[in-house]
């Protein structure tokens, strides 16, 4: 199943990658701020509403954006239900099975640290004193980041890449998702995980399937740090 929209504007594109990039770099440079040469970890408080304030903040400008790049063309975005809910099914469980399945060889991977470590999410511990606000960011983190993240890299950025191919366009859109995340060594996680959800889009012609896909991931690492 492949999508049937005409080609999208080239301007589009550049804007598209444009936006990319500058997520990219101002992660990247957040990410080795005053590390002095050594790579420093990203902490992210769960139990703080101001990270829920300034997300929902972020993610609102960001997904703004996105909406200006596909102005008149929202079809880009391809935000619809996939044609067979069973097929998608199917293939988003073939999706998360892979997932799965990488991300326990990417543990035996010797890294200076570990990806979730890397991203700042692990080992917080549950704290029922602060569980609204652990609440709230999970709404952020498991809800909120999926929905504009795909629309961003599975509905604009692989419908303004198809027409260099099926395969690049997802190949690229998987890199471009994990290099925004502004990480080093999570890049061995991540950049299959867009590969793989960007298959998925591939598929069901839908970014449907694989925000679900997202959403349920970004919820088991979030409920397994502060269980661990």
Same mark, same amino acid.
């Given at each position: 199943?492949?999508?049937?929209?005409?080609? =999208?504007?080239?301007?589009?594109?550049?804007?598209?990658?444009?936006?990319?990039?500058?997520?990219?770099?101002?992660?990247?440079?957040?990410?080795?701020?005053?590390?002095? !040469?050594?790579?420093?970890?990203?902490?992210?408080?769960?139990?703080?509403?101001?990270?829920?304030?300034?997300?929902?903040?972020?993610?609102?400008?960001?997904?703004?954006?996105?909406? @200006?790049?596909?102005?008149?063309?929202?079809?880009?975005?391809?935000?619809?239900?996939?044609?067979?809910?069973?097929?998608?099914?199917?293939?988003?469980?073939?999706?998360?099975?892979?997932?799965?399945?990488? $991300?326990?060889?990417?543990?035996?991977?010797?890294? =200076?640290?570990?990806? +979730?470590?890397?991203? +700042?999410?692990?080992?917080? #511990?549950? $704290?029922?004193? #602060?569980? +609204?606000?652990?609440?709230?960011?999970?709404?952020?983190?498991?809800?909120?980041?999926?929905?504009?993240? $795909?629309?961003?890299?599975?509905?604009? !950025?692989?419908?303004?890449?198809?027409?260099?191919?099926?395969?690049?366009?997802?190949?690229?859109?998987?890199?471009?998702?994990?290099?925004?995340?502004?990480?080093? $060594?999570?890049?061995?996680?991540?950049?299959?995980? !867009?590969?793989?959800?960007?298959?998925?889009?591939?598929?069901?012609?839908?970014?449907?399937?694989?925000?679900?896909? #997202?959403?349920?991931?970004?919820?088991?690492?979030?409920?397994?740090?502060? @269980?661990?």
């Amino acid at each position: 199943m492949t999508d049937a929209t005409p080609a =999208p504007s080239r301007r589009r594109l550049f804007f598209w990658s444009l936006f990319v990039a500058a997520i990219a770099a101002l992660n990247y440079a957040a990410r080795f701020a005053g590390s002095s !040469g050594r790579h420093a970890a990203r902490h992210i408080s769960l139990y703080s509403y101001s990270t829920f304030a300034g997300g929902m903040v972020v993610y609102a400008v960001w997904l703004g954006v996105v909406l @200006l790049i596909c102005i008149d063309r929202f079809d880009l975005l391809a935000l619809r239900a996939p044609r067979s809910w069973k097929r998608a099914l199917g293939l988003a469980l073939a999706a998360i099975a892979a997932i799965w399945a990488w $991300e326990a060889i990417a543990t035996t991977i010797p890294l =200076p640290q570990s990806p +979730g470590r890397e991203q +700042g999410i692990t080992n917080v #511990h549950w $704290e029922p004193a #602060h569980a +609204g606000a652990f609440a709230a960011n999970f709404v952020l983190l498991a809800i909120v980041a999926p929905f504009v993240e $795909e629309l961003t890299f599975r509905g604009a !950025g692989q419908s303004l890449l198809r027409f260099l191919g099926r395969t690049p366009s997802i190949v690229i859109v998987g890199v471009a998702f994990g290099l925004a995340h502004g990480l080093v $060594e999570a890049l061995i996680v991540l950049v299959p995980f !867009g590969i793989i959800v960007a298959w998925l889009r591939d598929r069901t012609a839908s970014v449907v399937p694989g925000m679900f896909v #997202h959403a349920a991931f970004n919820g088991a690492a979030l409920i397994a740090a502060v @269980l661990s």
